[in-house]
C-alpha cells in the first residue's frame, strides 16, 4: 500500500480549478447578515469587523487571539501540504500582532480511497511548522470526507493594547507587502501538470514560510495596520482595510512582489475561479491605471494561500522596516504603495 503514496497527485484529488474551494466572498456575510449574534464586553475583535482572528480580553494585559483555517491540497507532496496548511494557519495570529500558543489539527479525510500513511505525512508536516512557532498541538478532530482537507485551530497571546486590526489605516502610512504574489495561479498551473519542478519549489518554499519573523520585525516598528494575503487577493484584502478604515490608497503595480511564472500563466488565461469571485465582490472599489495590463490585474485578485503580510508603517520608518526584513531572510518584502485621505475607500492601481 505504500507504494500509492508515491503515485498519488494530492491535486488531482481536489474538486474544481485553483487552490482552496470556498465560499465565494460576500456568501457568508448574506448567511450571517441579520442573525443575533451574542454580545460580550470582553469581545475585542468578533465577527462584526471581521478580522484575521478574534480577541478576547482575559485581562488588562492578556487576551486570546483565536482563528481557524483548513483547506484541499494545492501542492502533490503531502509533507509540503501539511506545512502548508499550518503555516497559513498560524499566519492569522501573526496578522493580528499575537503570538500563536497552543493549536488543533482539523482534518477530513478519504480515508476509503487513500492511504492512511498519507495522513501522517501531512500531520508531520503540520507538527514540523508548529514546532517551529513553538506551538503545542492539543488535540483535533477528524471525520471522514470525500475530499481531503487539512489546517489548524489556533489560539495566541496578545496585549489588549497592541492588537493590530484592519482598520487603522493613517494617511502618510506606507504598505508593506513581505511575500509576492501569484500562488493561486500557480496551484493551477499544478494541478494542470504545467508546473516544473523549480517553481513548485519555490513557491512551495515560501508558502511553508511562517510569517513569524516578518511580525516580530514589524513589531519593532510604528506599525498602525496589517493583514495577511490569502484568499481574497491583494485587493480584495486591501479593499476590507480602505473599507473599516475610511482611507484611500495608491499602488504602485509595479512594485508589488509577483512570481514571474505566475505572470506568464495568466496571460495565458490560466485563472483560478476565486480571481473572477474576488474581482466582481471588490473590484468596486478598485481604479486601475491604462497602464496596468489586463495580467497583472488578475494577478493582483489571485487568492493565496498562506501570502505574505500586508503591512501599513508610519512613511519615515517604512524603508528602514523593508531592510530589517530583508537583513532578516524576508527577501520579497517590498514598499507596494502609500495611504492617502483622499479620494476616501478607493484603491487607485498604476
Ligand atoms: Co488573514
Ligand atoms: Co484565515
Ligand atoms: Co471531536
Same mark, same amino acid.
Given at each position: 500500500?505504500?507504494?500509492?503514496?508515491?503515485?498519488?497527485? &494530492?491535486?488531482?484529488?481536489?474538486?474544481?480549478?485553483?487552490?482552496?474551494?470556498?465560499?465565494?466572498?460576500?456568501? +457568508?456575510?448574506?448567511?450571517?447578515?441579520?442573525?443575533?449574534?451574542? !454580545?460580550?464586553?470582553? &469581545?475585542?475583535?468578533?465577527?462584526?469587523?471581521?478580522?484575521?482572528?478574534?480577541?478576547?480580553?482575559?485581562?488588562?494585559? +492578556?487576551?486570546?487571539?483565536?482563528?481557524?483555517?483548513?483547506?484541499?491540497?494545492?501542492?502533490?507532496?503531502?509533507?509540503?501540504?501539511?506545512?502548508?496548511?499550518?503555516?497559513?494557519?498560524?499566519?492569522?495570529?501573526?496578522?493580528?500582532?499575537?503570538?500563536? /500558543?497552543?493549536?488543533?489539527?482539523? !482534518?477530513?479525510?478519504?480515508?476509503?480511497?487513500?492511504?492512511?500513511?498519507?495522513?501522517?505525512?501531512?500531520?508531520?508536516?503540520? =507538527?514540523? /511548522?508548529?514546532?517551529?512557532?513553538?506551538?503545542?498541538?492539543?488535540?483535533?478532530? @477528524?471525520?471522514?470526507?470525500?475530499?481531503?482537507?487539512?489546517?489548524?485551530?489556533?489560539?495566541?497571546?496578545?496585549?489588549?493594547?497592541?492588537?493590530?486590526?484592519?482598520?487603522?489605516?493613517?494617511?502618510?502610512?506606507?504598505?508593506?507587502? @513581505?511575500?509576492?504574489?501569484?500562488?493561486?495561479?500557480?496551484?493551477?498551473?499544478?494541478?494542470?501538470?504545467?508546473?516544473?519542478?523549480?517553481?513548485?519549489?519555490?513557491?512551495?518554499?515560501?508558502?511553508?514560510?511562517?510569517?513569524?519573523?516578518?511580525?516580530?520585525?514589524?513589531?519593532?516598528?510604528?506599525?498602525?495596520?496589517? @493583514?495577511?494575503?490569502?484568499?481574497?487577493?491583494? &485587493?480584495?484584502? +486591501?479593499?476590507?482595510?480602505?473599507?473599516?478604515?475610511?482611507?484611500?490608497?495608491?499602488?504602485?503595480?509595479?512594485?508589488?512582489?509577483?512570481?514571474?511564472?505566475?505572470?506568464?500563466?495568466?496571460?495565458?488565461?490560466?485563472?483560478?475561479?476565486?480571481?473572477?469571485?474576488?474581482?466582481?465582490?471588490?473590484?468596486?472599489?478598485?481604479?486601475?491605471?491604462?497602464?496596468?495590463?489586463?495580467? !497583472?490585474?488578475?494577478? =493582483?485578485?489571485?487568492?493565496?494561500?498562506?501570502?505574505?503580510?500586508?503591512?501599513? !508603517?508610519?512613511?519615515?520608518?517604512?524603508?528602514? &522596516?523593508?531592510?530589517?526584513?530583508?537583513?532578516?531572510?524576508?527577501?520579497?518584502?517590498?514598499?507596494?504603495?502609500?495611504?492617502?485621505?483622499?479620494?476616501?475607500?478607493?484603491?487607485?492601481?498604476?
Amino acid at each position: 500500500m505504500i507504494s500509492t503514496i508515491n503515485n498519488i497527485r &494530492l491535486t488531482q484529488t481536489v474538486k474544481g480549478a485553483g487552490c482552496a474551494a470556498k465560499l465565494a466572498p460576500g456568501d +457568508l456575510d448574506r448567511a450571517l447578515c441579520g442573525l443575533d449574534l451574542p !454580545v460580550d464586553d470582553n &469581545l475585542l475583535v468578533g465577527l462584526e469587523q471581521a478580522d484575521d482572528a478574534g480577541v478576547y480580553k482575559i485581562s488588562d494585559d +492578556l487576551a486570546l487571539v483565536q482563528t481557524i483555517d483548513f483547506f484541499p491540497p494545492m501542492v502533490d507532496d503531502p509533507y509540503a501540504f501539511g506545512q502548508i496548511a499550518a503555516a497559513n494557519a498560524l499566519s492569522d495570529i501573526y496578522a493580528m500582532g499575537g503570538i500563536p /500558543k497552543t493549536a488543533m489539527n482539523v !482534518v477530513a479525510f478519504p480515508a476509503k480511497t487513500m492511504d492512511i500513511s498519507i495522513l501522517r505525512l501531512i500531520i508531520e508536516g503540520g =507538527l514540523n /511548522k508548529m514546532r517551529e512557532a513553538g506551538v503545542v498541538l492539543v488535540g483535533g478532530h @477528524t471525520v471522514e470526507d470525500s475530499e481531503l482537507k487539512y489546517g489548524l485551530s489556533v489560539t495566541g497571546f496578545i496585549h489588549p493594547d497592541r492588537i493590530l486590526t484592519k482598520r487603522c489605516l493613517l494617511a502618510g502610512d506606507c504598505l508593506v507587502l @513581505t511575500k509576492p504574489v501569484g500562488t493561486g495561479i500557480i496551484s493551477t498551473a499544478i494541478k494542470a501538470g504545467l508546473a516544473g519542478q523549480a517553481i513548485i519549489d519555490t513557491v512551495t518554499r515560501n508558502m511553508a514560510t511562517l510569517n513569524r519573523d516578518a511580525a516580530s520585525i514589524m513589531l519593532g516598528f510604528t506599525v498602525h495596520a496589517c @493583514t495577511d494575503i490569502t484568499g481574497f487577493g491583494f &485587493l480584495g484584502h +486591501l479593499a476590507e482595510m480602505v473599507v473599516y478604515s475610511g482611507c484611500g490608497v495608491r499602488i504602485k503595480a509595479a512594485n508589488v512582489p509577483l512570481y514571474p511564472e505566475s505572470l506568464e500563466w495568466a496571460a495565458m488565461g490560466l485563472i483560478p475561479a476565486g480571481t473572477y469571485n474576488n474581482r466582481s465582490f471588490r473590484g468596486a472599489f478598485v481604479d486601475f491605471d491604462m497602464n496596468v495590463s489586463q495580467k !497583472v490585474q488578475d494577478l =493582483l485578485f489571485d487568492p493565496q494561500t498562506s501570502g505574505g503580510l500586508l503591512i501599513a !508603517v508610519a512613511a519615515r520608518e517604512a524603508d528602514m &522596516l523593508v531592510a530589517a526584513l530583508h537583513a532578516n531572510g524576508v527577501e520579497s518584502a517590498a514598499i507596494v504603495g502609500e495611504v492617502v485621505a483622499e479620494p476616501a475607500e478607493r484603491i487607485i492601481v498604476e
